[in-house]
């Protein structure tokens, strides 16, 4: 049973134009969210975080939304840079700390030059 | 820092031999995290330690795959008897968990292939 869902396998945005990728997760215990972003052959890297305590989280072109009651969480990225194109990773855990983080399959974001 | 250092970086190996992955945390990280990445099921969480302890290993797939960490600084990841279905990305995370939180730093993976 996938816990977290990321629907959309892949999405491609013109550069300089906004992304919005999106999570959706089912179990009410998580109360800590994080998006990782990977490239190939190298490992995910961290990229901003969230608590349930908050509904918006901003760091530069970078902000996560949250929203509890739908369970869904959105990642936005204004503008959209070449560089931003990778596998974005959408995570979760229930103990406000990263321990056990529950992963969703992951969007791949191309960005058109 | 170098980061959280796995290897090797690509494993070939044939059906039925042992595997051992290798990973070295970041220095003064307390938690340890294995994951393995497939196409159909993404990141999954193998198996976690905190201060070289298992926490949780209730991702590990079945009785053929283990885990230790003999002290802070090292751990391993066997796959004995090896499978073809077992060829995936296999990540090693580490993270500073208690009482400061902070997020999983992960290394760069090995990429094990079983013919």
């Known amino acids: 049973d996938q816990q977290v869902k990321q629907n959309s396998p892949s999405l491609s945005v013109q550069e300089g134009r906004i992304s919005i990728l999106n999570c959706d997760y089912t179990?009410?215990?998580?109360?800590?969210f994080l998006w990782y972003k990977k490239y190939p052959a190298e490992g995910p890297t961290f990229l901003i975080s969230i608590s349930s305590i908050k509904d918006k989280n901003e760091d530069g072109r970078f902000t996560v939304f949250l929203n509890k009651s739908a369970k869904h969480l959105s990642l936005h990225i204004v503008p959209s840079q070449p560089g931003d194109s990778a596998v974005y990773f959408c995570a979760a855990s229930a103990d406000f700390g990263n321990e056990k983080l529950t992963f969703g399959t992951g969007t791949r974001l191309t960005i058109i030059p | 820092d170098a980061g959280v250092i796995q290897s090797p970086r690509h494993e070939v190996t044939e059906m039925g031999q042992e595997v051992t992955l290798r990973c070295k945390p970041i220095s003064g990280h307390n938690s340890l995290f294995w994951y393995r990445q497939t196409m159909m099921r993404g990141l999954e969480l193998l198996i976690y330690?905190?201060?070289?302890?298992?926490?949780?290993d209730s991702g590990m797939p079945e009785d053929r795959f283990s885990a230790k960490m003999p002290n802070a600084s090292f751990s391993t990841l066997k796959i004995q008897p090896s499978e073809p279905r077992d060829s995936a990305v296999y990540f090693c995370a580490s993270s500073f968990s208690r009482p400061r939180n902070t997020e999983a730093f992960f290394g760069q993976g090995t990429r094990l292939t079983v013919v």
């Open positions: 179990n009410s215990m998580f109360d800590y």
């Open positions: 330690f905190n201060n070289n302890v298992p926490i949780d």
